[in-house]
């Protein structure tokens, strides 16, 4: 059964960093682009970020470049988001997704989120 | 960025009756949408990929269709657990930026 566990979230002030991480399980982590999403309080999802499964590429939304940097360590099957120059409205419930569908571009599971909260 | 635009906002609907969930895109996105189902405090699944493909495990109760601007989701005999926000997603986009619809609220009498 695949399993991601998300965490690190935290309670961060405007323009302060953060790093969360994802634990996968249940599936060859290394074979997989994994990616992540957020949703901000009361509104819909929205993707952050996504990387290749060999660490080749990194992709970024608009929201996201500058300022997020995707990583990953496929020997200990974990995904990162190093946030920095946070904003208020980075706000947000963050899920990573592990690309299994459509030729692996699609996110066909996901864990549950981490909650990270940024204000003053 | 493409846009995407799902229709109605939010309904509600009683056991056993079929609804249809629409999601237009600001330009065509060939078949390369996918179907989420988000209910509150639980992790977002995967319903439909390339605009009719059901998820492994999906019921087949759920259904899409559509290519180019416009797709819908339907949904058959409904049951309470169905009760969720429906999302489209485009991944017509390499490098990716993948759009949301903003969802479709769906209430079960």
């Known amino acids: 059964e695949v399993q991601l566990l998300e965490s690190g979230g935290a309670l961060i002030r405007p323009g302060g960093s953060l790093r969360i991480s994802c634990a996968a399980s249940?599936?060859?982590?290394?074979?997989?682009?994994m990616s992540w999403f957020r949703q901000a309080p009361g509104k819909g999802l929205e993707w952050v970020s996504a990387?290749?499964?060999?660490?080749?590429?990194?992709y970024y939304a608009d929201s996201a470049k500058g300022r997020f940097t995707i990583s990953r360590d496929n020997s200990k099957n974990t995904l990162y988001l190093e946030m920095n120059s946070l904003r208020v409205e980075d706000t947000a419930i963050y899920y990573c997704?592990?690309?299994?569908?459509?030729?692996?571009?699609?996110?066909?599971?996901w864990g549950r989120g981490t909650l990270v909260t940024v204000s003053s | 960025e493409i846009v995407l635009t799902q229709s109605p906002a939010a309904l509600s609907a009683s056991p056993g009756e079929r609804v249809t969930l629409s999601c237009r895109a600001s330009?065509?996105?060939?078949?390369?949408l996918a179907w989420y189902q988000h209910r509150p405090g639980q992790a977002p699944r995967l319903l439909i990929s390339?605009?009719?493909d059901r998820a492994h495990g999906v019921s087949d109760r759920f259904s899409g269709s559509g290519s180019g601007t416009e797709f819908s989701l339907t949904i058959s005999r409904l049951q309470s657990e169905d009760c969720a926000v429906y999302y489209c997603?485009?991944?017509?986009?390499?490098?990716?930026?993948?759009?949301f619809g903003q969802g479709t609220k769906l209430e079960i009498k």
């Open positions: 997704a592990k690309w299994g569908a459509a030729g692996g571009v699609v996110a066909d599971d």
């Open positions: 249940g599936f060859m982590f290394d074979k997989f682009a």
């Open positions: 990387m290749s499964y060999d660490l080749r590429g990194t």
């Open positions: 330009q065509s996105v060939s078949t390369q």
């Open positions: 390339s605009a009719s």
């Open positions: 997603q485009q991944y017509f986009n390499w490098p990716p930026n993948y759009t």
